[in-house]
Structure formats: structure tokens, C-alpha cells
């Protein structure tokens, strides 16, 4: 049989797949057998793949090999809200990879569409605010928090994902202002994420929180992520926020819509009185 | 401040408010101090049974309904001891007992701690 090795007579398809195998990691000696692309970043890409040691399908991140201390940093910071890694190590051609658990679910840009109430909303920033605060208090910070690395899982619970190294820069939107990166930068990053995902119109209180979060100078924002997440927690708790100095007939209503059922409870009873005292029969 | 001391101060408060109204009825005046004492005890005892009601089940509308049933019960209770003294005010005891018992267990799931589990 006669091969044909001239590559100009390789057909356009042929070269694209060989293209893209030439891409893909090479996963020989490793435990894991590639399955296929879920995305790729500015830091690395990130692949399906199977565990065939524990038969399970994870995700695997291939970065450069000088930013493989991101593993180590993730590693570190063991909480319910972040992606656990299973394996860190380094391919064939020096790239370093690691698994992870692969989650299943909906991005954040996606979830909060139209139609889910804002305690939802709310429950998921609470999540991602109480990662963050536990990363910085291991001395980790996010730095390229956006809806994008935010997921909702199938039974509800949220996963902070890429965690940054060095190298990122942030997301514009997103990024604080300030050139050096650091945990107030973050608390930019979730201001931000709070006003993304806050219907229109938006209730004043939680867009002034938003507002004070994503504040130009560092020092006007919110002190640590606790801080954020307590301003948040009055809110939800019909109490009045410190980011926002409310009119006074907003605070006569909240009052009411807080303590509604006692004002109706001690309207009754002077009902009562009244009615017992003027009731001609008595 | 745990739930069943809440209960305790807002039933023994809200009691002894409720007995002080009959001051404004010229035909209970005279007797305004028994009233008090009387409505001060049932009110403690609502509350205290809010309170452990509160520390059990986390609802502000239960509580309310089971603050409001213990309230009548026990005004019933002492309306009918003060129709065995030849009144009738089954009415003008019931029916405040009624909401004051309501409001004590508002109160109860509103305010104070509920035991660790």
C-alpha cells in the first residue's frame, strides 16, 4: 500500500484534529485518562477526566510549571465552599497538573437569572464571602473572583473555583482598582459579585453595601469579609445596615415590615379593650 | 437571656399590664389589686410555657397560636371561677387573655436563646 506522506495533501480536518491532539496533556503515567476540554483560562486548562485507580470522573487543571503552587495554595485551604484537590503532580512534557473534584452545577452568571428571590441570591454571596474569609484568614486571597469562578451545585451548594496565583490580574468589573492585590481587593471582588447578582431594582440597603464594598479607596471599604457578611446578615434580618444612612420613613417602614405581626397583635388587643369598654351589655 | 425567662418577664410584665386595665372599669376598681395579682400569675405561667414551647419548636407562628391557646385556657380558667362567684365576664377575661397569651408567645420566638444542641 503507498502512503502519501506530503502533508500538503493532508485534508484541512485531518490537520485540525492533529492540531488539537498536539494541544491535549499528556496523561501517560499518570492515573488518569483524558475525556475532554470543560474551559480554559489566562492560568491553564482545565479538562474532564477518569479516574481509573478509583473509577470517577474529576477535573483536571494543566498549568505552566511555574505556577504550580496554585495546587499548594488550594491544597491549603481545606472549606466546603472551595474545590477539594484530590493530586497535584507533573506531566511528561514539565507542565504541572491537579486533580480535582469535579462539580456539576450551574455558574453564577447563570444562576442568578431572572426569577430567583434575592435570599437565594444572598445565600449564595454568603457562601462565597465566607470562602473568601476563611482564605484570608490562611493568608490566601482570590484575586479573579467574577461570576464565572462561582458555582451553584445540584443540591444547592456553591464552590469558589481558580484561585488565584501571582500572575492574575483580575477581571475588569471585577478587579479593585489598586495595582497591588490584596484581601480588601477581594472585598472589591465580592461587591461586585453582590451587584451583579442583585435583581433591578435592587433594595437600597444591599446596593449601598455593594457601593461601600467596591469603595475606589481601600480604607473605605468594608474592614475584613465578616464585616461585609454581618452588613448583609442586617439585612436580611430587616435591621438597618451600616454602608447606608436610610431616610426616615424607609426606617418607620422597616420597622413595620419587621415587627408587623407584634403592631397587629397590640392593635387587637386595644381593639379589645376599647370594644369590652364601650360594649353597652357589660 | 434564655427563652423560658423571656417568657417569664414578658408574661409576668404583659400580665400584670393586662390586670391593671380593669383600673379604667368602675365595677372592678375595688378589686384592682387581687385582679393584677391574679392576671400577673396567669400571665407567668403562659410564659413559661411559651418559653419551653419556643425552646422546642422554631416558629414564630406556632408560638403565637400556642401562646394564644394557653392564654384562653387559662382565662377560661378564671372565668369560670368568677362565674362561680355569681359573675359572668366570660367575655372581657377571655378575650384580652386571648391576644396577651398571643403576644407572650411572640415574644418567646422572637427574643432570648434557644438551648445548644
Not at chain 1, 485540525?16 to 498536539?22: C, E, G, I, P, S
Not at chain 1, 491544597?75 to 473534584?101: C, N, Q, S, W
Not at chain 1, 448583609?232 to 426606617?251: K, N, Q, S, Y
Not at chain 2, 387559662?74 to 371561677?81: E, P, Q, S, T, Y
Amino acid at each position: 500500500m503507498e502512503v502519501n506522506s506530503d502533508p500538503a495533501d493532508l485534508s484541512d480536518s485531518v490537520v485540525d484534529h492533529l492540531r488539537q491532539v498536539a494541544g491535549l496533556p499528556d496523561l501517560s503515567g499518570t492515573r488518569y485518562e483524558l475525556e475532554g476540554e470543560i474551559g480554559r483560562g489566562g492560568m491553564g486548562v482545565v479538562y474532564q477526566a477518569r479516574d481509573r485507580q478509583l473509577e470517577r470522573r474529576v477535573a483536571l487543571k494543566v498549568v505552566e510549571a511555574a505556577l504550580a503552587g496554585e495546587a499548594a495554595l488550594i491544597a491549603r485551604l481545606e472549606h466546603p465552599a472551595i474545590v477539594p484537590i484530590y493530586e497535584a503532580g507533573t506531566l511528561p512534557d514539565g507542565r504541572a497538573f491537579y486533580a480535582m473534584k469535579r462539580v456539576t452545577g450551574v455558574r453564577l452568571d447563570r444562576y442568578a437569572g431572572a426569577g430567583r428571590p434575592v435570599a437565594e441570591r444572598l445565600r449564595v454571596i454568603r457562601r462565597v464571602g465566607e470562602a473568601l474569609a476563611f482564605a484570608h484568614s490562611r493568608g490566601a486571597i482570590h484575586r479573579d473572583l467574577k461570576p464565572q469562578n462561582v458555582m451553584v451545585g445540584e443540591f444547592g451548594e456553591v464552590y469558589v473555583m481558580d484561585w488565584g496565583v501571582e500572575a492574575v490580574g483580575g477581571t475588569p468589573g471585577f478587579r479593585a482598582p489598586e495595582a497591588r492585590l490584596d484581601q480588601r481587593s477581594d472585598i472589591y471582588a465580592l461587591g461586585a459579585l453582590l451587584q451583579f447578582v442583585l435583581p433591578a431594582p435592587a433594595p437600597a440597603a444591599l446596593s449601598a453595601i455593594a457601593r461601600k464594598a467596591m469603595s475606589a479607596e481601600a480604607g473605605c471599604r468594608y474592614g475584613d469579609v465578616e464585616e461585609m457578611l454581618a452588613d448583609i446578615g442586617r439585612f436580611e434580618d430587616g435591621l438597618a445596615v451600616t454602608a447606608w444612612r436610610e431616610p426616615p420613613m424607609h426606617r418607620v417602614a422597616r420597622f413595620w415590615s419587621r415587627n408587623a405581626l407584634l403592631l397587629w397583635l397590640l392593635t387587637a388587643y386595644a381593639a379589645v379593650k376599647l370594644g369590652i369598654f364601650f360594649w353597652p351589655y357589660r | 437571656m434564655n427563652k423560658i425567662v423571656v417568657g417569664l418577664v414578658a408574661g409576668v410584665v404583659l400580665g400584670a399590664l393586662d390586670g391593671a386595665t380593669a383600673w379604667f372599669y368602675p365595677e372592678t376598681r375595688p378589686l384592682i389589686g387581687g385582679i393584677v395579682a391574679g392576671s400577673t400569675f396567669k400571665g407567668m405561667l403562659v410564659g413559661l410555657a411559651s418559653g419551653w414551647f419556643a425552646r422546642k419548636v422554631d416558629s414564630i407562628k406556632w408560638g403565637v397560636v400556642a401562646g394564644a391557646a394557653l392564654g384562653l385556657l387559662l382565662a377560661f380558667g378564671v372565668a369560670v371561677m368568677d362565674a362561680a362567684s355569681g359573675q359572668q365576664h366570660y367575655l372581657e377575661i377571655m378575650l384580652p387573655g386571648f391576644v396577651t397569651g398571643a403576644i407572650i408567645g411572640f415574644s418567646t420566638q422572637r427574643m432570648g436563646t434557644r438551648k445548644a444542641a
